[in-house]
């Protein structure tokens, strides 16, 4: 059974960082490319982030680049969203999310299988 488990939420002043985290099982983690994305309060799934299956790739949302580092350790089966100078508009539930093959197409959100979500807050 695919699970991904994120974790690393929380609230965070504006300007401050966090670290979310994804635990995935029940499949080759190092042979697909991942996917970090969210959704805002009353808004639709947005976007944030890719990295192929070797973690030699990434993409980001313009909303984020710049501020949004994404990272796997295939020999820990994780995937990461470092997040930094949070701004009010980067609260959300962040979800991970596995895509099919080896490799993303930035902006596609055809996955096969998410996370259950992690809440980020910022609010001072």
């Known amino acids: 059974e695919v699970q991904l488990v994120e974790s690393g939420g929380g609230l965070v002043q504006p300007g401050g960082s966090l670290r979310l985290s994804c635990a995935a099982s029940?499949?080759?983690?190092?042979?697909?490319?991942m996917s970090w994305v969210r959704q805002a309060p009353g808004k639709g799934l947005e976007w944030v982030s890719a990295?192929?299956?070797?973690?030699?790739?990434?993409s980001y949302a313009d909303s984020v680049k710049g501020r949004f580092t994404i990272s796997r350790d295939n020999a820990k089966n994780t995937l990461y969203l470092q997040m930094n100078s949070l701004k009010a508009e980067d609260t959300a539930v962040y979800y991970c999310?596995?895509?099919?093959?080896?490799?993303?197409?930035?902006?596609?959100?055809?996955?096969?299988?998410w996370g259950q979500g992690t809440q980020v807050t910022v609010s001072s």
């Open positions: 990295i192929n299956s070797a973690g030699v790739s990434t």
């Open positions: 029940g499949f080759t983690f190092s042979s697909y490319a």
């Open positions: 999310a596995k895509y099919s093959g080896t490799y993303y197409i930035r902006g596609k959100t055809e996955y096969d299988y």
